[in-house]
């Protein structure tokens, strides 16, 4: 996939791959730092786990969702939403 003010991908930054899963799929590092992670109701596969002094932490180590290519225009979307709530 060519990159795009809707894709790009980085297979020179030193934390490539950042999720396993994916080796040999088109990788969007567009959303490395993920957008979606303040909100709960996001539509990745975030993993909740509480602290040691009882913190509910959003884990997200395990999520794809915003490095695959076809969710930008969800992710888009999720944010407009959000931006009006």
Do not use: W
Not at 3 to 14: G, I, L, M, P, T
Not at 20 to 28: H, I, K, R
Not at 66 to 84: N, T
């Amino acid at each position: 996939m060519q990159a795009s003010e809707r894709f790009f991908e980085n297979r020179d930054c030193k934390y490539f791959p950042c999720h396993a899963g994916m080796e040999g799929q088109p990788f969007n590092c567009l959303f490395c730092y993920c957008p979606m992670n303040p909100y709960e109701d996001c539509p990745g596969n975030p993993v909740y786990r509480e602290t040691k002094n009882g913190r509910r932490i959003k884990v997200c180590t395990g999520c794809t969702f915003p490095h695959q290519a076809e969710h930008y225009d969800e992710i888009m979307d999720f944010l407009r939403k959000k931006l009006y709530e």
